[in-house]
């Protein structure tokens, strides 16, 4: 018997000799263009190595690794075997581990090779070469010259690839920082009630979770201090499980060993592969996550008893009296090739092993032992209590037996007490307090979450995706922080724009599903190769013939005069510079308004409109006073996170010139905050040809800051916002509101103008008061107080902070209230100035104020 050896694939696909230069034919003809499948160079002498064996030998026992690339590498040598021996009898072996007892089994039961597995990876590698090699060349060829990137070393030898599984992992990326960059902040309010007794302490969430109407909230919130007895509505006591994993595969191993130790998916497979090829694990490279009948578990847990850490907890596990043992759950996904990933040989570390080794195969065994293991039992009681109407709901839990919880430390199932509670039981909150937050956008994806989306759309294989991860990295279309969260580059993001802009969904993965479930069909044998192949091509074909014909969208050129932007509705004016074309309202894809003109790019006459602009229309109506006409005036909306106070979220305005509050907003907002938030690059013109975008250093792509939810510019906090400054000063001056004319006087605490309103309530309805807009402010004054002279004061209305995003205004809850009865002859005044009588603060008791606005909280 003689053994030898092969290092991966034996051949390598490629296009004939005369198609293998860029500029010797049109990518198109690489649809149809010839192809070979043969040895390369650094290949040679392993074929002769084969050859001269195969010559002596009647038998080729294929021992490959057992999947579709293992099954398609026996292909290949059969190949070269057969080329100089027609007479060999050829059998293949089955095994998952490199252990004695698979070995064995193996070689007593050979089989005949697949070659449906092997036509799937024939389909895939033809496929992937004939679409990446079209789209490289013209993306490259297209774009090359308009990119500088410094991490570059030859902007010459710089390709851009295209890959059919590379551009849609690249699209998950882009699509969920473009999530990121559109979300708009939006506050909202909640009510949080916590009581204190000798048990502890509980906190209770407000059942109705949050609301975005302030008024409503400080309503619901009022009827809950004027009668704040709480009474328990329902107390409910119930056992919970808590179930051990399924069995590992490889997607999952991944995933598990990127979120618990930060691993990238390439490190993790090769630190598996070097595992494997060591005896320690089974096949690191499956899609079973449920084990056969006849796989001996005791036998694998028995192996590991005498482990220094997780052997005493083997030892639990085999003693049929401790009732630890459970068979393991079926994830529901069998390959039919291989079993999960589980260990194979007993280590207590060995010397040669780094640490990624040693994490990796602890991660294995105690995943393992895990899956084998009862679930944790915990004991949870949820307490749910009705203030004036409003239901509010505490939980608690206690861990009852931890069970699978002891070996597999990467999870955790913490204790939460909450006092002992009866139905029908009355009580008076410790605090109760209404707390403000803003909606967040979710975050950049992670290497697992992006792993998650590759594995549930079907792009790629177990085998294959960390692979197009890493090309990712390579080619500086992605960057990857600390966090393993990747973010685009902005070659990244321009090459999904581009598309996206074509209409054609290549970076998403329903083209890419389809030929996945295509090629695995073939692996079944339910298509042929030659189907796929094409149904397939014909279709990819025809995109990128149509991507051809419109690929001066591929790359915007003219992006800085209304260029990346689209019409949105009818002239607005005509224009003044050129006095031939119209100037026509525009949004470019940052979400910035401007006023462009028609004849671009003979005419760049362009105007700008403030950053906070959510939405523009143009109307019917015509200024009076601005000239050449007619000037359409334009509705606008305006993000109201964005805007300084005394300005309203709605507002017509003229954009010719006269209108003197949108000149204010852009003097305080800018134009064009958003763009600078979504980090884009800066345009330069050159004296030649139209505007070009060059991106920054990929590196540094990733350090960009979250901008301010009060100007979206970056470079300050929110609460430091010169913006928010400027305008304050600004609107100080003014004795009148800007926007609808009304009287005004500036706030005594804070400066922000006061308007003047009208109360609605039983006792002072039609009198006249003013209240500070803004809402950490709490000035009010009546009218005929002010002018007989009276003093105005800080009325202690509800002090609406933004708790959720500012956890220091909220450190002194729960603090101070021991006396639970209420205080008599308490005079609080609501927010439109009423006075209400049996109110006081939940916090220190004090009968002159709310518990949001009371001193003692912060402290």
């Known amino acids: 018997m003689l053994v030898t050896s092969v290092t991966g694939h034996l051949m390598e696909v490629e296009f004939e000799d005369r198609f293998r230069k860029w500029h010797s034919c049109d990518p198109a003809d690489l649809y149809t263009a010839p192809i070979r499948k043969h040895v390369p160079e650094d290949k040679v002498d392993i074929k002769r190595t084969l050859e001269e064996e195969a010559r002596k030998c009647h038998w080729l026992v294929l021992w490959l690794d057992c999947d579709r690339e293992g099954e398609n590498i026996a292909f290949e040598v059969m190949e070269v075997c057969n080329g100089v021996n027609r007479n060999l009898t050829i059998r293949r072996a089955r095994f998952s581990a490199l252990i004695e007892r698979d070995i064995h089994e193996a070689a007593q039961n050979l089989i005949a090779p697949n070659q449906w597995f092997s036509d799937a990876v024939d389909a895939r590698q033809e496929i992937d070469?004939?679409?990446?090699?079209?789209?490289?060349?013209?993306?490259?060829?297209?774009?090359?010259?308009?990119?500088?990137?410094?991490?570059?070393?030859?902007?010459?030898?710089?390709?851009l690839s295209y890959g059919p599984c590379q551009f849609p992992t690249l699209g998950f990326v882009v699509e969920r920082y473009w999530e990121i960059q559109s979300h708009e902040p939006e506050e909202f309010w909640t009510i949080n009630c916590t009581h204190r007794s000798d048990e502890g302490l509980a906190s209770f969430s407000w059942m109705r979770g949050h609301l975005f109407d302030y008024t409503s909230s400080v309503i619901l919130y009022e009827m809950c201090v004027e009668e704040p007895t709480a009474t328990v509505m329902k107390v409910q006591q119930q056992e919970k499980l808590k179930y051990p994993p399924y069995p590992l595969s490889t997607i999952e191993l991944e995933k598990r060993a990127s979120r618990y130790f930060r691993m990238s998916s390439e490190q993790t497979m090769k630190v598996a592969e070097d595992l494997y090829q060591a005896g320690f694990i089974s096949y690191p490279r499956t899609e079973t996550d449920s084990f056969s009948s006849r796989t001996d578990l005791h036998t694998i847990v028995q192996e590991h008893q005498e482990h220094p850490v997780w052997g005493s907890y083997a030892q639990r596990l085999l003693d049929p009296g401790a009732g630890l043992w459970r068979n393991p759950g079926n994830g529901g996904h069998d390959d039919k090739a291989h079993p999960p990933i589980h260990p194979t040989k007993f280590s207590s570390g060995e010397s040669r092993w780094s640490q990624d080794h040693h994490r990796l195969y602890e991660l294995v065994v105690r995943h393992f032992l895990a899956c084998v293991s009862q679930p944790a039992v915990g004991a949870e009681t949820v307490v749910e209590i009705d203030i004036a109407g409003e239901r509010f709901s505490a939980s608690g839990r206690v861990i009852l037996a931890?069970?699978?919880?002891?070996?597999?430390?990467?999870?955790?199932?913490?204790?939460?007490?909450?006092?002992?509670?009866?139905?029908?039981?009355q009580l008076i909150p410790t605090t109760l307090t209404l707390d403000s937050g803003i909606t967040r956008p979710p975050p950049l994806l992670s290497e697992a979450d992006l792993l998650s989306c590759m594995d549930k759309a079907g792009i790629g294989t177990d085998a294959t995706m960390h692979d197009?991860?890493?090309?990712?990295?390579?080619?500086?279309?992605?960057?990857?922080?600390?966090?393993?969260?990747?973010?685009?580059?902005?070659?990244?993001?321009?090459?999904?724009?581009?598309?996206?802009?074509?209409?054609?969904?290549?970076?998403?993965?329903?083209?890419?599903?389809?030929?996945?479930?295509?090629?695995?069909?073939?692996?079944?044998?339910?298509?042929?190769?030659?189907?796929?192949?094409?149904?397939c091509l014909q279709q990819m074909k025809a995109c990128f013939l149509d991507a051809k014909r419109i690929f001066f969208l591929l790359f915007r050129s003219d992006r800085s005069n209304g260029d990346d932007s689209s019409a949105l509705g009818e002239n607005v004016r005509p224009c003044g510079l050129c006095q031939e074309a119209n100037m026509v309202l525009r949004k470019n894809r940052d979400g910035n308004f401007m006023v462009g003109c028609s004849g671009y790019p003979q005419c760049r006459n362009a105007v700008w409109l403030p950053g906070p602009v959510l939405e523009a229309t143009i109307t019917n109506n015509i200024c009076n006073s601005c000239t050449p006409g007619p000037v359409y005036l334009i509705q606008f909306k305006f993000r109201q996170l964005e805007i300084p106070p005394g300005f309203n979220v709605n507002y017509l305005g003229c954009?010719?010139?006269?209108?003197?509050?949108?000149?204010?907003?852009?003097?305080?907002?800018?134009?064009?905050?958003?763009?600078?938030?979504r980090g884009r690059p800066p345009t330069t013109t050159p004296s030649n040809g139209p505007p070009t975008t060059t991106p920054r250093n990929p590196q540094r792509s990733n350090s960009r800051q979250a901008p301010c939810i009060y100007c979206y510019q970056t470079g300050h906090a929110s609460t430091d916002c010169p913006s928010r400054i400027s305008a304050t000063r600004?609107?100080?001056?003014?004795?009148?509101?800007?926007?609808n004319g009304e009287s005004s006087i500036p706030c005594s605490t804070c400066g922000t103008p006061c308007v003047l309103r009208t109360a609605n309530t039983a006792n002072n309805r039609g009198r006249k008061f003013y209240s500070c807009s803004s809402q950490a402010c709490n000035f009010f004054v009546w009218e005929d107080n002010l002018n007989n002279g009276s003093a105005p004061r800080s009325a202690p209305r509800p002090n609406i902070s933004n708790s959720a995003s500012n956890p220091s205004r909220t450190g002194g809850r729960g603090?101070?209230?021991?006396?639970?009865?209420?205080?008599?002859?308490?005079?609080?005044?609501?927010a439109t100035g009423e006075p209400i009588s049996g109110r006081r603060c939940f916090v220190c008791g004090d009968p002159s104020h709310f518990a949001n606005a009371c001193p003692s909280r912060g402290s």
Not at 402 to 425: A, C, H, T
Not at 655 to 677: F, M, W
Not at 730 to 739: A, E, K, L, T, Y
């Open 129 to 159: 070469l004939r679409i990446g090699a079209s789209f490289t060349r013209f993306q490259t060829m297209l774009l090359r010259d308009r990119f500088v990137i410094d991490s570059a070393q030859d902007d010459k030898n710089l390709v």
């Open 402 to 425: 931890k069970n699978y919880l002891d070996v597999y430390r990467f999870e955790s199932w913490g204790d939460s007490m909450i006092p002992v509670y009866v139905q029908g039981q």
């Open 468 to 535: 197009h991860i890493k090309k990712l990295l390579d080619r500086f279309y992605v960057t990857k922080d600390a966090n393993t969260r990747f973010s685009p580059t902005n070659l990244g993001e321009a090459l999904v724009m581009g598309y996206d802009d074509m209409g054609y969904e290549l970076w998403k993965p329903n083209l890419r599903s389809l030929m996945e479930y295509d090629m695995k069909e073939v692996s079944m044998g339910n298509k042929s190769k030659a189907e796929v192949l094409a149904t």
């Open 655 to 677: 954009i010719g010139g006269c209108d003197e509050t949108l000149r204010q907003l852009i003097e305080i907002c800018g134009t064009g905050s958003r763009a600078q938030a």
């Open 730 to 739: 600004h609107v100080q001056s003014h004795g009148m509101n800007q926007q």
């Open 815 to 830: 603090r101070g209230v021991q006396n639970a009865g209420r205080a008599a002859g308490v005079t609080f005044v609501s």
